[in-house]
């Protein structure tokens, strides 16, 4: 399997994880009128096919460790227990944290959400398996932290009016970001387990763990979704273009590309999981960037609001740099 024999191949794998998991909501803006629920059919199979071509591709390249099919057959249960309830734990979240957007908005979500999520994330991977300056670290960590509240309050500035955090938006958003930040630490366990079988394989457990759970998850939250909206009709599904299925496969194998990413970095000599998930989590301020340049969101904000934007590049550019540098001091 190919794994990154150098702190810089490592990180930049990590910068991978980063741009992929920024980008691939982008596959959702591609499908107008399309109900999230639905979407979500076609993203959970992406996501499984994504891990399959990446074991059969790289994790099967170069002399180092089983090839994938070997790591995938001879895995100890602990490593597919782990794995499978990361995703589990991933995929409940993620569902989560887009009805909380829908009920509270972003500048409620993102920063209690993600943020939240980054923070336990950083300290339990790092509980389970510590490398890297802490001080760098969890500075850094902080710093990325103050950018995605940062972010959110951009966002309000530019809706003009704050949308009313109700319990449920809140709530939701809580929830969320305890599970989303919980998964990681799971995974750093499937990859220690004994023994190893490397991150391709844990990768294609964490998403058999994704397909699985989005079954009762997703039917659910079609019989009852919880932004308030009628239940999604299951037969949309099948009226809908087949350039929306391809789309929401497509981002289901960019967000995978980008796990795989993760993964195989975090596994890297120094680098550790801590320092791996919350480079990662740099994704918010990724989409950010697709918002700002690409989709134009901010066009005719308030100055207030692109002063914020300012604002939370900086703090990213230095939380970043510390966290990078974390591993070397």
Request: glycine share 12%; hydrophobic share 55%; charged share 5%.
């Amino acid at each position: 399997m190919f794994l990154p024999e150098t702190y810089q191949a490592a990180l930049f794998l990590m910068l991978v994880s980063m741009v992929c998991w920024g980008s691939w909501a982008n596959t959702l803006k591609l499908c107008p009128g399309f109900r999230f629920q639905l979407f979500y059919w076609d993203y959970a199979l992406g996501l499984f096919a994504g891990a399959l071509l990446c074991g059969l591709t790289a994790g099967s390249l170069g002399h180092t460790g089983p090839s994938f099919v070997a790591a995938v057959l001879h895995a100890p249960r602990s490593t597919m227990v782990w794995a499978v309830c990361g995703g589990i734990l991933f995929n409940v979240a993620n569902l989560l944290l887009v009805a909380a957007i829908d009920v509270a908005g972003l500048a409620v979500a993102f920063p209690v959400g993600i943020g939240l999520a980054l923070v336990i994330g950083a300290v339990s991977s790092y509980l389970v398996s510590p490398a890297g300056n802490p001080l760098l670290l969890f500075g850094g960590v902080a710093l990325v932290a103050m950018a995605i509240v940062t972010d959110a309050a951009a966002y309000r500035k530019r809706e003009g009016s704050a949308r009313a955090a109700t319990t449920r938006g809140i709530v939701l958003s809580l929830v969320a970001g305890v599970l989303m930040g919980s998964f990681y630490p799971l995974v750093a366990r499937a990859m220690n387990a004994k023994p190893a079988s490397g991150p391709y394989a844990v990768a294609l457990f964490f998403a058999v763990g994704v397909l699985v759970s989005t079954v009762p998850a997703n039917l659910l939250l079609m019989a009852r979704p919880l932004d308030g909206k009628p239940p999604v009709d299951g037969a949309d599904y099948q009226r809908a273009p087949i350039g929306w299925h391809a789309a929401g496969m497509l981002g289901g194998a960019i967000w995978c590309t980008g796990a795989v990413a993760n993964f195989v970095a975090s596994g890297a000599h120094l680098v550790g999981p801590a320092v791996s998930y919350s480079i990662g989590q740099g994704a918010t301020m990724v989409s950010a960037c697709w918002g700002v340049f690409a989709w134009r969101e901010f066009a005719g904000a308030p100055q207030s609001a692109r002063l914020l934007l300012l604002l939370m590049f900086i703090f990213f550019a230095l939380g970043l740099s510390a966290v990078a540098l974390a591993p070397l001091y």
